[in-house]
């Protein structure tokens, strides 16, 4: 059984960087194809996918946020760290991980139980 | 505002059969890109309903469909049930963002 399981801080302040880990289990992402990527949804309101991460280590960002986002992979501890930059209150919402197929349109399943960041001084 | 556009709610009574529009354009969809769906239930995580246009994952029921044509794609949903009410979200891949995940802005759908 595959699960994912998101942690970090649930309050950070304005022009902080922003870490959060995603622990999972139930496949490694050290065979290949698998990959793990982070997409989060401000409070009623729609996804948005932030970055990926491959088995080879190859990383793809959001074209809108790539300047301050950084991902990174523990195979050891089986863990995906996402670091964010410069955190505004617009990035106040749940960050989601998720398995990450390897196909072109790459889908997401299944997915983590989210984790709620608020941005505030 | 969303590269894919869903409408923002739709609705039907229990045992209908409701659909949910996903409209793109000749940088996602059009492109041939794979069209997914999610259901979000209240308070929870996003859950895998359709891949690569129309297939199901296992565990889903054979109610939920998809199909794609053109720069549009559609989720429809038959014999609804209250268990149903939930957000729905299309998810494709546009190339005109420098290669990027796209999602649409998501459709409520109400179990009258």
């Known amino acids: 059984q595959v699960t994912l399981r998101e942690s970090g801080p649930a309050l950070v302040k304005p022009t902080q960087t922003l870490t959060l880990t995603c622990t999972f289990s139930?496949?490694?992402?050290?065979?290949?194809?698998?990959?793990v990527s982070w997409i989060r949804q401000p409070p009623g309101k729609a996804l948005e996918w932030l970055a990926r991460?491959?088995?080879?280590?190859?990383?793809y960002y959001s074209t809108s946020l790539k300047t301050r986002l950084t991902i990174s992979k523990d195979t050891s501890k089986n863990q995906v760290v996402l670091t964010m930059t410069n955190m505004d209150p617009v990035d106040t919402a749940t960050y989601y991980c998720?398995?990450?197929?390897?196909?072109?349109?790459?889908?997401?399943?299944?997915w983590g139980q989210g984790t709620l960041v608020t941005v505030s001084s | 505002q969303s590269v894919l556009t869903q409408p923002p709610s739709v609705s039907g009574a229990p045992g209908q059969r409701v659909t949910i529009s996903c409209t793109g354009s000749?940088?996602?969809?059009?492109?041939?890109?794979?069209v997914h769906w999610y259901q979000q239930l209240p308070g929870t995580a996003p859950k895998l309903l359709i891949y690569?246009?129309?297939n199901r994952p296992s565990g889903v029921p054979d109610r939920f469909s998809g199909s794609k044509s053109g720069t549009s794609a559609s989720l429809a949903i038959t014999g609804l049930q209250a268990e149903d009410e939930a957000d729905y979200y299309c998810?494709?891949?546009?190339?005109?963002?420098?290669?990027?995940?796209?999602f649409g802005g998501g459709t409520k759908l109400t179990v009258l």
């Open positions: 998720a398995r990450t197929s390897i196909a072109v349109t790459n889908w997401f399943d299944p």
């Open positions: 139930g496949f490694s992402l050290s065979t290949s194809g698998m990959c």
């Open positions: 690569g246009n129309s």
């Open positions: 000749s940088s996602n969809i059009g492109a041939g890109y794979d």
């Open positions: 991460i491959d088995w080879d280590d190859d990383k």
């Open positions: 998810q494709s891949y546009d190339s005109s963002l420098s290669g990027s995940t796209v």
